[in-house]
């Protein structure tokens, strides 16, 4: 068989099944919408207010994180961080870590917390408010739990591990446990579909 003619067929195929990829893209479901987020006006870590509307027009990442934990929250912290390095554009998408304990967790202790993980910058929002705010948004926006258990003095509130990914319009529509094993691949996937479809919105 001429060289040719393996060739030729060779380029016809790659470019049937990256033709049928794209295709496939193009008909892929779009991702649900699981909650549409309230107004919210919460003070980031540097004593500015940042509302709902603030973060509009690019998806967008959240997780609940509170300092006085010493299970969970660092290693969601870091659990962002590791994602964060894995966006292809870091600057785009911002991550917004809202506190479930915001009596405790003013913007100086905030401030102290991100500065210990290494943390600067406005990519990545540290959000707190009035005792309640916080936790209202995380249950009726997020539909999250959000429980105090006193009794465990290392983990004095008990709260959701899951990361969330909010559309340009305040929509979330994608959340995964962070400590499962795929949990970045399958959020950056998620992204991905988001941008697309967000893409073809405009």
């Known amino acids: 068989?001429?060289?040719?003619?393996?060739?030729?067929?060779?380029?016809?195929?790659?470019?049937?099944?990256?033709?049928?990829?794209?295709?496939?893209?193009?008909?892929?479901?779009?991702?649900?919408?699981?909650?549409t987020l309230p107004h919210f006006e919460l003070t980031e870590r540097d004593g500015s207010r940042v509302a709902l509307a603030d973060l509009a027009g690019a998806p967008w990442l959240a997780d609940f994180v509170f300092t006085r934990c010493r299970i969970y929250c660092p290693?969601?912290?870091?659990?962002?961080?590791?994602?964060r390095a894995q966006l292809p554009d870091p600057a785009r998408?911002?991550?917004?870590?809202?506190?479930?304990?915001?009596?405790?967790?003013?913007?100086?202790?905030?401030?102290?917390?991100?500065?210990?993980?290494?943390?600067?910058g406005r990519d990545w929002l540290w959000l707190t408010d009035g005792p309640d705010s916080t936790r209202r948004l995380v249950r009726e926006g997020f539909l999250l739990p959000v429980v105090d258990q006193p009794e465990i003095a290392a983990m004095p509130v008990l709260h959701s591990n899951r990361f969330a990914l909010v559309d340009s319009a305040g929509r979330v529509r994608f959340t995964v446990e962070a400590f499962d094993a795929d949990a970045l691949d399958r959020l950056l996937d998620a992204l991905a579909a988001l941008e697309r479809e967000e893409r073809r919105g405009r």
């Open 1 to 35: 068989m001429p060289r040719r003619f393996v060739a030729w067929s060779l380029l016809a195929f790659a470019t049937l099944v990256a033709l049928g990829l794209w295709v496939h893209g193009l008909h892929r479901p779009p991702l649900p919408v699981i909650a």
């Open 75 to 83: 290693r969601l912290t870091e659990r962002m961080r590791e994602l």
């Open 93 to 120: 998408v911002r991550s917004v870590s809202f506190t479930v304990d915001a009596a405790f967790d003013t913007p100086p202790v905030l401030t102290r917390y991100a500065a210990d993980h290494g943390i600067a």
